[in-house]
C-alpha cells in the first residue's frame, strides 16, 4: 500500500494501484462504516486523488450526501450522454445546490465522434454496447484521466449480477470504491428519511434505476431494481462496471 501510495505524485505514468492493493483495502475496513472508511480515505492517502462519478440517479443522493458531508469540494463527475430524462438533469441541479457541490464537472460524448458514428440518433436501437461505448464509457475515460480512484454508487443487491460486488475493485491501475457494496434497500431508505434527501422525481413512478430514457423502462414487481435497463436485450451494464462473478460462476470477459 505504501507503494501504491508514493504512485499518486505520479500522475498517468505509472498505475497507482494494484490487485494487492484492492485485497488489503478491503482487509483493511472489514466491518468499518462507509461513512467512517470514507472519511479517512478521503482525508487521508486519497485526497485529492479521487472523484466521485454519479448518475444522479434513484440512490445516487445517499452516497453524495456521504462524500460531501466529508469533503465539499471533491470532483463530481456526471456523464450526460445527451439522452438523459428531463428529470434527471434537474434533479441533478437541485442535489448539487442543495448539497453544497463544489466541483460539479459535466462530460459529453465528442460530437465529431457522434457525428461519425451515430449521426440519426438511434444508434441505442440496433445497437445498445456501441451507443454506451461512444456516449458513456469514453466520456468517462475523459473525465477520470488524472485521478488515481474513483468513488461508484454500485450495490450489491441491485442486481444477481452484482450480488457479489467488493467494496475496492482494481480497473487499469485505477482504483474503484463501492462504499454502499453491501447495503440493502432499507439501508438506503432509512438514510434517505434521516437526512430528509429530495427521491428521483421517476422514482415515484416506477423507475427504480434510471440511465438514458430509450433505454430505460418501469421495473416490475418482483423484478430486480435494474430490470428496467436495457429490456429485451442481453446487456445488463453500460460497459462502464463489469458483471461481477458470484461464487462458482465463470469469470466474465
Not at 428529470?87 to 466541483?103: F, I, Q
Not at 430509450?214 to 435494474?226: A, F, I, L, Q, Y
Amino acid at each position: 500500500m505504501a507503494e501504491a501510495a508514493r504512485a499518486l505524485d505520479i500522475i498517468d505514468t505509472a498505475p497507482a494501484f494494484g490487485p494487492e492493493d484492492a485485497a488489503a483495502l478491503e482487509a483493511r475496513f472489514a466491518g468499518v462504516g462507509a461513512s467512517e472508511m470514507l472519511r479517512e480515505l478521503l482525508t487521508g492517502e486519497l485526497g485529492g486523488h479521487t472523484a466521485l462519478v454519479s448518475s444522479f440517479g434513484t440512490e445516487s443522493a445517499v452516497l453524495l450526501h456521504l462524500v460531501t458531508s466529508i469533503d465539499k469540494a471533491v470532483p463530481v463527475i456526471f456523464v450526460n450522454t445527451q439522452k438523459m430524462f428531463g428529470e434527471t438533469l434537474a434533479y441533478r441541479d437541485e442535489l448539487a445546490e442543495r448539497l453544497g457541490v463544489l466541483d460539479l464537472r459535466v462530460y459529453r460524448p465528442d460530437p465529431r465522434v457522434l457525428a461519425a458514428k451515430d449521426q440519426t440518433g438511434l444508434r441505442w436501437s440496433y445497437d445498445p454496447d456501441g451507443c454506451c461505448e461512444i456516449r458513456k464509457v469514453e466520456p468517462l475515460a475523459r473525465a477520470l484521466s488524472g485521478f488515481d480512484a474513483w468513488i461508484s454508487g454500485r450495490k450489491g443487491f441491485q442486481s444477481g449480477t452484482r450480488k457479489a460486488l467488493p467494496r475496492f475493485e482494481i480497473e487499469d491501475g485505477r482504483l474503484k470504491i463501492n462504499p454502499l457494496a453491501d447495503w440493502s434497500k432499507a439501508d438506503l431508505d432509512a438514510y434517505f428519511a434521516e437526512h430528509e434527501l429530495p427521491r428521483h422525481p421517476l422514482e415515484a413512478r416506477g423507475y427504480l434505476s434510471i440511465g438514458c430514457a430509450p433505454c430505460t423502462s418501469v421495473v416490475k414487481p418482483g423484478e430486480d431494481p435494474r430490470a428496467g435497463r436495457w429490456r429485451g436485450w442481453d446487456k445488463v451494464e453500460c460497459g462502464i462496471h463489469s458483471v461481477i462473478p458470484g461464487p462458482g460462476d465463470e469469470p466474465a470477459f
